[in-house]
C-alpha cells in the first residue's frame, strides 16, 4: 500500500520561499503521477502543480513563474519550490499520486502541510 507525507510548510513573510516535499512509500514516483493540490478555508481544493510520468508539468495560473514541480526519483520524493509568495497562497498543500492525472485516479493522499504567508 503506497503513502505520501507531506513537510515543509510553515509561516513565511510574503515574497518569501519556502520548499514542500512529499516523501513516497510503497510506490515509486517516476511511475506514477504526482501532483500539489490546496485548500484555503472556505475554498475548494485546487491543483497547484503536477507531474505526470512523461516529465509533463503543468501549474495553476497563479503559481506559474513563482513555483516549480520536481521529483528526485532516488530519494523517491516529490517537492515544490515556491517563491515570491503571496497572502493568496495561504492554504493547506496537499501531495497526491494516482495511476494518471485524472483527478479520480489520484488514490494516495498526504494529511497535509500548512503553509501561511503574512504581510
Known amino acids: 500500500q503506497g503513502h505520501v507525507v507531506e513537510s515543509g510548510g510553515g509561516s513565511v513573510q510574503a515574497g518569501g520561499a519556502l520548499r514542500l516535499s512529499c516523501a513516497a512509500s510503497?510506490?515509486?514516483?517516476?511511475?506514477?503521477?504526482m501532483a500539489w493540490f490546496r485548500q484555503a478555508p472556505g475554498k475548494e481544493r485546487e491543483v497547484v502543480a503536477r507531474?505526470?510520468?512523461?516529465?509533463?508539468?503543468i501549474y495553476e495560473d497563479s503559481v506559474k513563474g513563482r513555483f516549480t514541480i520536481s521529483q528526485d526519483n532516488a530519494k523517491n520524493t516529490l517537492y515544490l519550490q515556491m517563491n515570491s509568495l503571496k497572502l493568496e497562497d495561504t492554504a493547506m498543500y496537499y501531495c497526491?499520486?494516482?495511476?494518471?492525472?485524472?483527478?479520480?485516479?489520484?488514490?494516495?493522499w498526504g494529511q497535509g502541510t500548512q503553509v501561511t504567508v503574512s504581510s
Open positions: 497526491a499520486a494516482g495511476w494518471s492525472c485524472h483527478y479520480s485516479d489520484l488514490n494516495y
Open positions: 510503497g510506490l515509486s514516483v517516476s511511475r506514477y503521477c
Open positions: 507531474l505526470d510520468t512523461l516529465g509533463t508539468t
